[in-house]
């Protein structure tokens, strides 16, 4: 079961292409998006992260903090970073614990490939309450971002 609007982030530690440990409690007093996704160097997965990249101004002036976890190691994902220019935070949940905490997790993707991530997209204020969430049963498709910038849009107004 993922997440819904109203819970509380669980207890989570990834681990960045820069070899810097990001937790539950280290991402507190500042909103953040977590976008999901199962793989690096894929087409939709290139397309979505590209588009966050070329719209990081609006997350930035927005104070919102955008990380991308996938189950690929930190070496893939810093290659990848770097091939796609991206702007913001790359993780590893190499060992599958995050996204099955998230609720976002395929039994069986392609292929025999058991625990990759589901593309997925929570909203997460500076006090660790989910804002928006939405998990994609079909790796094919994006996250609704207009929904996700009217999340966002949301926080400022709460604030």
């Given at each position: 079961?993922?997440?819904?609007?109203?819970?509380?982030?669980?207890?989570?530690?990834?681990?960045?292409?820069?070899?810097?440990?990001?937790?539950?409690e280290?991402?507190?007093?500042?909103?953040?998006?977590?976008?999901?996704?199962?793989?690096?160097?894929?087409?939709?997965?290139?397309?979505?992260?590209?588009s966050?990249?070329?719209?990081?101004?609006?997350?930035n002036?927005?104070?919102?903090?955008?990380?991308?976890?996938?189950?690929?190691?930190?070496?893939?994902?810093?290659?990848?970073?770097?091939?796609?220019?991206?702007n913001?935070?790359l993780?590893?949940?190499y060992?599958?614990e995050?996204?099955?905490?998230f609720?976002?997790?395929?039994?069986?993707?392609?292929l025999?490939m058991?625990?990759?991530?589901?593309?997925?997209?929570?909203?997460?204020?500076?006090?660790?309450?989910v804002?928006?969430?939405?998990?994609l049963e079909?790796?094919g498709?994006?996250?609704?971002?207009e929904?996700?910038?009217?999340?966002?849009?949301?926080?400022?107004?709460?604030?």
């Open positions: 079961m993922s997440l819904s609007i109203g819970s509380k982030v669980p207890a989570f530690t990834v681990v960045d292409t820069e070899k810097q440990t990001i937790t539950n280290t991402i507190k007093g500042q909103a953040t998006l977590i976008l999901f996704f199962p793989a690096a160097f894929t087409g939709v997965c290139t397309k979505e992260l590209c966050v990249r070329d719209d990081i101004a609006k997350y002036s927005a104070k919102v903090n955008v990380i991308g976890i996938s189950t690929d190691t930190i070496f893939t994902l810093g290659k990848y970073k770097e091939e796609q220019g991206l913001f935070t993780a590893s949940d060992n599958k995050v996204c099955g905490a609720g976002s997790q395929y039994v069986e993707f392609v025999g058991k625990g990759t991530a589901k593309r997925s997209a929570f909203l997460i204020d500076a006090e660790g309450v804002k928006y969430a939405e998990v079909s790796a498709d994006i996250p609704n971002f929904a996700i910038n009217a999340a966002i849009e949301g926080l400022a107004v709460n604030a």
